[in-house]
């Protein structure tokens, strides 16, 4: 059974980096096609597509924050880790970390998700 | 503003079928896979389909995937009130080099 839990700061202010850690059970990301994503969610708001990171360290962005983001993997403690920097309260959203299982993102899913954390950005 | 566009809201009685459609382009549905994601309130978003049309173990068959061209549907058979939730495309564009997601549809079973 595979499982997720993204974990991190529930608050965090203007200007401030973010750092979320997801960690999974159930499978590795050593292991050749898998992967782990980061999708967010304002309240109220759509889904928005964030990162991917893949076993062999292939990393993918979404354009309009790949500036201000950083996806990382640790194979040996079952983590992957998504920073992001000058935080503004429009970053306020439910923040996903997926498991993608099939190693080509033209083709790929998300299954299962973590439960979500909600990161709140205030002064 | 979503990259692929899905209509805000949809409705039917239990009992009844009902499609909600997912529109992209060339870059992104044209030539990528499309999945489908059910999110009840205030829970995680959950995988419906995948690879356009397939169910993963444990989805019952009352759901249904399907794309042509630039255009991706998702069909719901024998509504439920349970299948009230919103549902959201996604898939891989190309020259963004990154997934994209629609705007979500929300399901009104009446």
Redesign the interface.
């Known amino acids: 059974q595979i499982t997720l839990k993204e974990s991190g700061p529930t608050l965090v202010k203007p200007t401030q980096t973010l750092t979320l850690t997801c960690t999974f059970s159930g499978f590795s990301l050593s292991t050749s096609g898998l992967g782990v994503?980061w999708?967010r969610q304002p309240p109220g708001k759509?889904?928005?597509?964030l990162a991917?990171i893949y076993w062999d360290d292939d990393k993918?962005?979404?354009?309009s924050l790949k500036s201000r983001l950083t996806i990382t993997k640790d194979t040996s403690k079952n983590q992957v880790v998504l920073t992001m920097t000058n935080m503004d309260p429009v970053d306020t959203a439910t923040y996903?970390c997926a498991h993608s299982p099939f190693g080509d993102?033209?083709?790929?899913?998300?299954?299962?998700?973590?439960?979500?954390t909600l990161v709140t950005v205030s002064s | 503003q979503?990259v692929l566009t899905q209509p805000p809201s949809v409705s039917a009685a239990p009992g009844q079928k009902v499609t909600i459609s997912c529109s992209g382009s060339s870059s992104n549905i044209g030539?990528?896979?499309v999945?489908w994601?059910q999110?009840l309130p205030g829970t995680?978003?959950?995988?419906l389909i995948?690879?356009n049309d397939r169910r993963?173990s444990g989805i019952p068959d009352r759901f249904s995937g399907s794309k042509s061209g630039t255009s991706a549907t998702l069909g719901i058979t024998g509504l439920q009130t349970g299948d009230e939730a919103d549902y959201?495309c996604?898939t891989?564009d190309?020259s963004?080099?990154?997934?994209?997601?629609?705007?979500?549809t929300k399901l009104t079973v009446l």
């Open positions: 994503g999708i759509a889904l928005e597509w991917l993918s962005y979404s354009p996903y993102p033209a083709r790929d899913w998300f299954d299962p998700w973590g439960q979500g | 979503s030539n990528n896979y999945s994601y999110q995680a978003p959950k995988l995948y690879d993963p959201y996604g891989w190309s963004l080099t990154a997934g994209v997601f629609g705007g979500g």
